[in-house]
Structures are given as C-alpha cells and as structure tokens.
C-alpha cells in the first residue's frame, strides 16, 4: 500500500486530530480509487466539445492543494466517484468534525462500497484509518510480491 506522510510531522506538538484530510486529497483518491483518469471523470459533465477543456480543468484543479472551491459542477443525482457534501465538510468545517474517511481510497461510512469479497466495506480492525476494501488490496499485494519473491529466487 503507498504510504501516506504522517500529518504529526506538519502539525508539531499540537494534538493529532483524528484523521485529517484536505478536500483535494479527498476527491483525488475517489478518483483513483474509481480507475478514472481526469477526462473520464469529466466526461459526464460535458456535452459541447468546446466545454470539454473548462470542465477538465475544473476537475483537475479539485486536486489541486490548497484549493477548496464553494461551489462545484457535480451535482445530486449525477452518477459519481465522490461525495459532495463530504467535499464541503472537508472543506468548510474545522478538523474535528470531518467524517471519518480512509486513508487508503477516501471511503466514508455513509457511502456505499464493496470489499473484495462482495461483502459493504467497513473499517479495518487492525487498522482503523483504512476500510476492509484497502486492507483486503494491501493483504494481495503483499501475497502477489511475496509469489513474485519466490519465484525470483
Ligand atoms: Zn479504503
């Protein structure tokens, strides 16, 4: 699993808030975690070949730090990778009431998503901040790399 720099670090001594995380990094692992590149996130929302460039800017500069827009293209209804009120808590409320959302694929405990084994995904015991789906892909990987190993040797 790609490893996430730890937040102490930029906070000093301060106290750890549980799990922050900025809206940009948000939308940027729905994005991936869905399989889509920027164009394919876009696509839904364009119909005229001259919008096509605004509209993909836009999703780019989602991702873009520091960045947090008040009003955004995507709305209720439209098929999507990412939550927008999620996008606004993160955005607009202070570190302690952001919903808690994983590290890994940017999941939240009201949307829903499915681990590898078709069951809802839920928080990882082991690991709190990922959800069971992540924790399932880091348990693959490390067996695919494991075989890999052995095969090499
Ligand atoms: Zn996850």
């Not at 906070?11 to 920027?38: C, F, K, T």
């Not at 876009?42 to 780019?60: G, L, S, T």
């Not at 690991?127 to 040797?153: L, S, V, Y």
Request: proline letters at 8%; aromatic letters at 10%; a negative charge.
């Amino acid at each position: 699993m790609r490893s996430v720099p730890s937040l102490l670090t930029m906070l000093g001594d301060q106290e750890p808030p549980r799990n922050v995380m900025p809206p940009w990094h948000y939308v940027h692992l729905r994005r991936r975690a869905a399989g889509l590149s920027i164009a394919q996130a876009a696509k839904p929302f364009w119909i005229r070949p001259e919008h096509q460039h605004d509209v993909e800017r836009h999703f780019r500069n989602l991702e873009a730090e520091n960045i947090r827009y008040q009003r955004l293209y995507v709305t209720e209804g439209k098929p999507y990778f990412f939550s927008v009120e999620v996008y606004h808590q993160l955005a607009n409320l202070p570190p302690h009431q952001h919903p808690h959302i994983c590290v890994g694929c940017g999941w939240d405990e009201h949307s829903t998503q499915y681990d590898h084994n078709g069951d809802d995904a839920t928080w990882s015991a082991e690991q709190p901040d990922i959800c069971t789906r992540c924790e399932q892909g880091a348990a693959w990987n490390a067996h695919k790399a494991e075989e890999k190993a052995r095969h090499a040797a």
